[in-house]
């Protein structure tokens, strides 16, 4: 039974705009921040975003700051990743990840539960 559901993603022109959803099983799972990771083919993956689950605080990659807003929906168990401002480079595979840590969110090792993954496609 999958524990992390991601959709939303899709093919969508360089500066349009996308918002990925995650909803978390409760049931599974507990967690203290989720966040987003993307893997473009041939590279490694890497931190786009995080959120305190509790708190609500939030960290972004240097890349995608002031374009992407991650957020939750405590009641849905569900986060979110509103992208603007898309960039060819920002094409990738974007997965929802939950950690019960609140430190290093950055880091992938930090996540125990990962999702399937999205793909966003950035072009003309």
């Known amino acids: 039974q999958a524990q992390l559901v991601e959709s939303g993603g899709g093919l969508v022109q360089p500066g349009g705009s996308l918002r990925l959803s995650c909803v978390a099983s409760?049931?599974?799972?507990?967690?203290?921040?989720m966040g987003w990771f993307r893997q473009a083919p041939g590279k490694e993956r890497e931190f786009v975003a995080a959120i305190n689950w509790v708190v609500g605080n939030t960290y972004y990659a240097d890349s995608v700051k002031g374009r992407f807003t991650i957020s939750k929906d405590n009641a849905k168990d569900t986060v979110y990743l509103q992208m603007n401002n898309l960039k060819p480079e920002d094409t990738a595979v974007y997965l929802c990840a939950a950690s019960t840590d609140v430190m290093y969110l950055t880091m992938e090792s930090k996540y125990k539960y990962w999702g399937q993954g999205t793909q966003v496609t950035v072009s003309q």
């Open positions: 409760r049931r599974t799972m507990t967690w203290y921040a």
